[in-house]
């Protein structure tokens, strides 16, 4: 662990659930010391199962590898005073609590920073610490149907739909690295640590991305468009006379070669469709054609007359059937950890001179003793 970028620094983790979490167990790949501070209960999502593996629900496991666990409450005095201690040795304090909870434990920022001030304080809420919606809970779907991302998925306006997985949650853990990392680069010149304010429905708004640019650029409201895409056509899933692929071309050379191999190279200079430009605006015309063409042959068929086109396509997968794709097993991407039985989905982060080397399965509760939290 001493190669590793993060080595020497030392996380408390007090959040629970998935965004928090998923942050501190990301610094805890790169080598923090991340101390999972449990209420004696424990963390929700240990007992967000089935599915379990040696006890341990999967969702807690996606989330809590590479920490160790200490049971404290807070609210009792010599566990207050376990925590302050802790504190004062931290490099970074990760909290989800709704605003104003630790304010009443003198555990908030303001109260922390004059006893901890190298303290890097990230508080990650549904809403932020400002606002009116501040004292509320924020859950994954909330976010995602209140920050507008539901409105743009799905089949139809009639029907949003909610992003398979917690990308709400995902994306916050994400950006709260990002400004744990920043904030621990800006200690460097000023010796003081800062409160980092996440909140799950600041990073979906901004996760619109592009289509919230094109909304505050035109004012045309976005409409859910299944699986394709707003601006670039054709870019998205087709039938075929078994089973479904997607086609992502993004420019005019590459639809071109989508042409030639479906067997219709006059469309690449059809004015309707030589240009993105122009096939967004005739996509009712071209996406039937391009539909009608797939489907005089299989999946299989087709993914092979593509391979060596250069066109962007690729087969709609389910888990099942990415386990065995060669790219997923050449980038080792489904793994195990450390314990070499407990499964575990390899960080994504690849480090030329100091690789993650490490995956210790997430600690039971209370796992840890007490003689080695003040070294």
Request: charged share 20%; aromatic share 6%.
């Amino acid at each position: 662990m001493s190669s590793l970028p993060l080595a020497g620094l030392r996380v408390v983790d007090l959040s629970r659930v998935l965004a928090g979490p998923y942050a501190a167990q990301i610094l805890g790949d790169l080598g923090a010391d991340v101390i999972k501070v449990e209420h004696p209960r424990g963390d929700d999502t240990r007992r967000w199962g089935p599915p379990d593996h040696d006890g341990a629900a999967a969702y807690y496991l996606s989330a809590n590898r590479n920490k160790r666990s200490r049971l404290l409450d807070f609210t009792r005095p010599d566990d207050h005073a376990a925590l302050l201690r802790l504190l004062s040795r931290a490099d970074v304090l990760i909290e989800n609590f709704k605003p104003g909870d630790l304010a009443r434990h003198q555990l908030d920022f303001p109260s922390l920073h004059p006893r901890c001030p190298r303290l890097v304080y990230c508080s990650i809420t549904g809403f932020g610490h400002t606002g009116p919606l501040a004292p509320r809970a924020g859950y994954d779907a909330l976010i995602q149907a209140m920050a507008g991302l539901m409105s743009v998925t799905g089949p139809d306006p009639e029907h949003p739909t909610k992003v398979g997985v917690a990308v709400a949650d995902l994306s916050t853990g994400l950006y709260a690295v990002i400004a744990i990392l920043a904030a621990l680069r800006e200690r460097e010149r000023s010796g003081l640590g800062q409160h980092c304010d996440l909140a799950l429905f600041d990073v979906q708004v901004a996760g619109l991305a592009n289509l919230g640019m094109n909304f505050l650029c035109s004012g045309e409201v976005p409409r859910p468009l299944g699986d394709a895409h707003p601006t670039i056509v054709p870019y998205q899933s087709f039938a075929t006379a078994d089973r479904p692929l997607i086609i992502a071309v993004g420019n005019d050379p590459q639809f071109a070669a989508l042409a030639r191999a479906l067997g219709e190279p006059g469309w690449a200079g059809d004015p309707r469709f030589a240009s993105n430009p122009a096939r967004v605006r005739h996509r009712e015309l071209l996406v039937p054609a391009i539909q009608a063409r797939l489907s005089l042959g299989t999946r299989a068929h087709w993914l092979a007359r593509l391979a060596d086109t250069g066109v962007p396509h690729g087969p709609i997968q389910n888990l099942g059937e990415l386990a065995h794709d060669p790219q997923l097993l050449a980038r080792g991407l489904f793994t195990a950890m450390d314990d070499a039985s407990t499964p575990c989905l390899r960080s994504p982060i690849h480090l030329s001179r100091t690789p993650i080397a490490s995956y210790r399965r997430p600690p039971a509760l209370g796992e840890h003793p007490d003689a080695d939290w003040h070294e």
